[in-house]
């Protein structure tokens, strides 16, 4: 089996609460990834460990459903979510540092 994995640090110029909780809430995927078409919360309640979201990709020239959830979540420093799809599974994790005032945004997936 083969591993593709991508890193990214971006900086934002938002509250790193702000930016924790926009990033952990999966639902706003579609907003930033072009390749998502949809994003949705499954599960009731507060984003925590164990939260399930739906995601609709584009892959190529196909769609495709991940059952995606929250594996690791330590506010407001640590993301980690996992992705299982019929032919692959997915790996984000998203480390975060800043202030009331900024933010920095370590990203890491692997596919």
Not at 9 to 34: E, G, I, K
Not at 48 to 53: A, I, K, M, P, S
Not at 66 to 95: C, N, W
């Amino acid at each position: 089996m083969s591993c593709i994995s991508y890193e990214q640090s971006l900086s934002f110029q938002r509250p790193l609460d702000f930016v924790f909780n926009y990033l952990a809430d999966s639902s706003n995927t579609s907003d930033w990834d072009p390749s998502v078409l949809q994003a949705t919360k499954t599960t009731p309640g507060a984003i925590d460990v164990g939260t399930h979201f739906d995601i609709l990709l584009k892959f190529g020239p196909k769609e495709l459903s991940l059952d995606y959830h929250v594996t690791q979540l330590e506010r407001p420093y640590y993301i980690e979510l996992k992705g299982m799809a019929d032919s692959f599974s997915i790996v984000e994790r998203m480390r975060l540092e800043g202030d009331e005032t900024q933010c920095q945004l370590n990203y890491n997936v692997s596919i």
